[in-house]
């Protein structure tokens, strides 16, 4: 028996270290090394390629190797019946909470503008956003998104979030569905978006969500690319509808060289970096669902296909 690491372009030394520090008898086989594609039942995937999965007749789960399974879900090539998971991590968490604060704080002490002002070794003020005017809407309240709202909240922000079913016992005030979405847009100066990708999220950050926002809110979208229509956010910054926008995940990663992100002003690109799973925290939880998996036991992490995420 074998897991399989499916993770193009990456160098994965690190996971197979971490996978065996939690059992060193663990067979693995690294695409596109897979010796004996009958002993794999356990694959874990990131940017799987089409033909890859289809390969491997014995599967019994499939992870994913970050928080996000829209790689995997209602995918046409993917063997039927098998299982999805995904990873739910500390780090994971903390790691988007400290991306979150510091968008937050960069934009309210406005950082961009400092920034940019160094250059021309000009000496000028600005007065700072006060955060008592500052309320921060996430979209999304799920593992990531209601622990980012904690943290903010702890600090002494005043944070509301949206999710798809209504939470009785959030930190924070939570909006529900599409129709209490308006009241949660229009409370929002910083929007956060923290959702996973499904038909239902695709292209929500459009100009008709923008125009719901109080004017000049500034926009965090570290979930996925494909929740943004890249056109609408270059209207709203050009017209001032939004004040700026941090970046950190795109339709097409890495993002084109030649694309207007790179050099707008009053957008921060980074490279999908917000939190990246770290293999020394998840690799213990990978390890579990393998053995629950070889015993026929309950996953842990389970993605729901029907749901999307
Ligand atoms: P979860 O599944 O734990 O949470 C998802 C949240 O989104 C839930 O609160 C869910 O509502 C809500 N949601 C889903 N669909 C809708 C909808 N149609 N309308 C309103 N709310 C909805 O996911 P995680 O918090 O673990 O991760 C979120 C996403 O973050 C990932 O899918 C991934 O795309 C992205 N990510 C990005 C990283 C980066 O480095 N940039 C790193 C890790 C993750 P409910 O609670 O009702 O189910
Ligand atoms: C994830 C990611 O989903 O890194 O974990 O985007």
Not at 13 to 31: N, T
Not at 128 to 134: A, D, G, K, Y
Not at 293 to 300: E, T
Request: include cysteine; proline fraction near 6%.
């Amino acid at each position: 028996m074998s897991l399989a690491i499916i993770c193009p372009h990456r160098d994965m030394r690190d996971w197979v270290a971490a996978l065996h520090s939690h059992d060193p008898d663990l067979d693995i086989q690294v695409w596109p090394h897979i010796r004996a594609p009958e002993q794999v039942v356990f694959a874990l995937c990131w940017n799987q390629p089409a033909d890859a999965l289809g390969q491997l007749p014995n599967l019994r789960a499939i992870s994913s190797l970050g928080a996000g399974a829209d790689h995997l879900v209602g995918r046409a090539d993917l063997p039927a019946d098998v299982p999805l998971v995904r990873i739910v991590d500390d780090r994971l968490r903390q790691s988007m909470a400290e991306y979150v604060m510091f968008g937050v704080l960069a934009h309210l002490r406005h950082m961009w503008h400092y920034h940019r002002e160094q250059e021309k070794r000009a000496w000028q003020i600005m007065p700072p956003r006060r955060e008592e005017e500052t309320r921060i809407g996430i979209m999304g309240c799920g593992e990531l998104g209601g622990y980012v709202a904690g943290k903010l909240a702890a600090f002494g922000f005043r944070v509301h979030c949206w999710a798809r079913s209504r939470k009785t016992t959030a930190v924070v005030p939570v909006y529900t569905g599409r129709e209490e979405l308006k009241d949660f847009l229009h409370r929002a100066n910083i929007l956060v978006c923290l959702l996973p990708l499904t038909a239902a999220t695709e292209n929500i950050l459009n100009a008709r969500l923008f125009r719901c926002l109080p004017p000049g809110a500034f926009l965090i979208n570290a979930a996925r690319g494909a929740h943004l229509v890249e056109a609408d956010l270059l209207a709203a910054l050009d017209s001032g509808q939004l004040a700026g926008a941090l970046l950190d995940v795109f339709r097409q990663e890495p993002l084109a060289s030649d694309h207007p992100f790179w050099t707008h002003s009053k957008i921060m690109v980074t490279p999908h970096a917000a939190s990246v799973t770290d293999p020394w925290s998840a690799a213990g939880q990978v390890v579990d669902n393998y053995r629950r998996a070889l015993a026929g036991k309950a996953l842990l992490n389970r993605v729901d296909p029907a749901r999307g995420y």
